[in-house]
């Protein structure tokens, strides 16, 4: 799948990635923070190869500060490949100062602050899910699940709608948002973009609304699909019912 890419590498023994150093974040698991670091995708070294897993050519490419410039333009251009790598080998474009499309959307990541915890839910071009829950539980990744595929290819059809509605891209948000908050981190290929706000008036806004209830809709087929507990949906949560 690569070999056309890997033919301009320098070196024909790439070594391995030094792996990523412990972050701090919202969850109580040092791994579990990982994962959740990880679904921004501007951090190559928390995609290493675990032990039993294959270790790929990208991981060396994007794990090179002297990689080819064209190799990795190459990965990131190419349709096949999972958008969060394809997300890698943008930022690693940007972080060498090459230039970057504007605007190409790869994934979202939509967090949102409660009473006990950070409940994250990102979802990416090619229709994987990820999912963790206040408590710090993780679930997702790819699915078979047809109706959460396409609910997947929906969210993020509309999202890129949203992120040309976006001026330009930010730094990633080092607290989670406060109870009550939610936060939209769009992995774009010139960087992320980052709306958030109040849920209670995030809901109402025109683009952002539609945005957070078809991630609602998308949380809970992911959730149903992978046999866990509903909880009520965000959106119910702060509209009015209807007497």
Not at 9 to 14: A, D, L, V
Not at 31 to 54: I, K, M, T, W
Not at 97 to 115: D, F, I, K, M, Y
Not at 137 to 166: C, K, Y
């Amino acid at each position: 799948m690569f070999g056309h890419v890997f033919k301009f590498t320098r070196s024909p023994r790439p070594a391995r990635p030094e792996p990523a150093a412990a972050q701090a974040g919202p969850y109580r698991s040092a791994a579990v923070n990982d994962s959740y670091h990880a679904l921004f995708c501007d951090d190559a070294r928390l995609f290493s190869p675990r032990p039993g897993e294959r270790f790929m050519p990208w991981h060396a490419l994007l794990g090179s500060r002297t990689a080819s410039p064209a190799a990795v333009r190459g990965l990131a251009l190419d349709p096949r490949t999972s958008p969060t790598v394809r997300a890698l080998a943008w930022h690693w474009l940007r972080q060498h100062s090459h230039g970057v499309p504007r605007a190409q959307l790869n994934g979202l990541v939509v967090e949102t602050g409660h009473a006990q915890g950070l409940d994250t839910l990102a979802v990416y071009a090619d229709g994987s899910v990820r999912h963790i829950e206040p408590n710090g539980t993780p679930a997702g990744l790819n699915t078979h699940d047809i109706h959460l595929q396409f609910a997947a290819v929906r969210a993020v059809a509309l999202a890129q709608s949203m992120l040309r509605t976006l001026p330009s891209p930010s730094r990633r948000h080092a607290d989670a948002p406060s109870p009550g908050s939610v936060r939209l981190s769009f992995v774009a290929s010139d960087g992320l973009y980052v709306d958030e706000g109040p849920l209670s008036l995030m809901v109402h806004e025109p683009m952002a609304g539609r945005v957070i209830r078809q991630v609602d809709d998308l949380r809970q087929l992911a959730l149903a699909a992978w046999g866990q507990r509903q909880p009520p949906k965000l959106v119910d949560m702060v509209m009015p019912q209807a007497a």
